[in-house]
């Protein structure tokens, strides 16, 4: 073996300590305090054919999405879920304590340990079809899907596929059937002051003026 080929071996040997991210399987998830214990999907062989597994890294923080001012997206995981892990370069304690605390480093300081890791989120596996509840946003449309139903949000208004259920006062006054435009155009369609409109001055046709009398009539929509 020439001098090369046994530096490049010595240096891939260091490197492999240097863990920057692996696939890894979700063995537990702690949703109060965002925290996982998570196994890497690695094993590795020496020399001699012996096979040793990465050990389960437990309580890793799991990372998270703000998306505005106090407004976040929390992910929730599972035993079982495929999962994307990266390392941070230095040890992480201090960091997470909060209050701007900072790390120190020193010359000698461990790099790229295991126990530096991070969840940072589904990875997906070969052959991996969408999910019946997810959040997506696709041909202009953001849809929230759960199983069957789906609430869509595009520039053309608001789609519900599935039962609705309202509780409380529903804002508005235009409703429209479906497939129909809205009032004046040739398709037609009514707003609810149009219906009201017309059920309070409608009249019955083939009534014989007189003093006979009628039922009591039904009282007006207001």
Not at 39 to 44: A, C, F, G, H, T
Not at 156 to 164: H, I, M, N, Q, S
Request: glycine share 12%; net charge negative.
């Amino acid at each position: 073996m020439s001098f090369a080929e046994l530096l490049d071996r010595y240096t891939d040997k260091k490197g492999r300590g240097m863990q920057l991210g692996m696939v890894c399987q979700v063995e537990s998830f702690d949703a109060g305090a965002m925290r996982a214990d998570v196994l890497p999907l690695v094993r590795e062989k020496n020399e001699l054919d012996e096979v040793s597994n990465y050990p389960v890294i437990p309580g890793i923080p799991v990372q998270y999405v703000q998306i505005g001012q106090d407004c976040y997206i929390k992910p929730f995981y599972q035993r079982g879920d495929l999962v994307w892990v990266g390392f941070s370069t230095f040890d992480i304690s201090n960091s997470l304590a909060g209050s701007g605390r900072k790390q120190e480093v020193r010359p000698d300081s461990k790099i790229f340990g295991l126990e530096n890791a991070c969840l940072i989120g589904r990875i997906a596996q070969q052959g991996w079809s969408e999910p019946q509840n997810m959040i997506k946003f696709e041909d202009g449309k953001l849809t929230l899907k759960v199983g069957s139903t789906e609430l869509s949000i595009g520039p053309d208004g608001v789609e519900v596929t599935g039962d609705l259920t309202v509780e409380g006062e529903v804002g508005g006054n235009v409703v429209y059937e479906t497939d129909l435009s809205p009032s004046g155009s040739d398709k037609g369609g009514l707003s609810i002051g149009e219906i009201k409109d017309k059920f309070n001055s409608h009249k019955h046709s083939g009534v014989t003026a007189g003093a006979g009398s009628t039922a009591t009539p039904l009282p007006q929509l207001s």
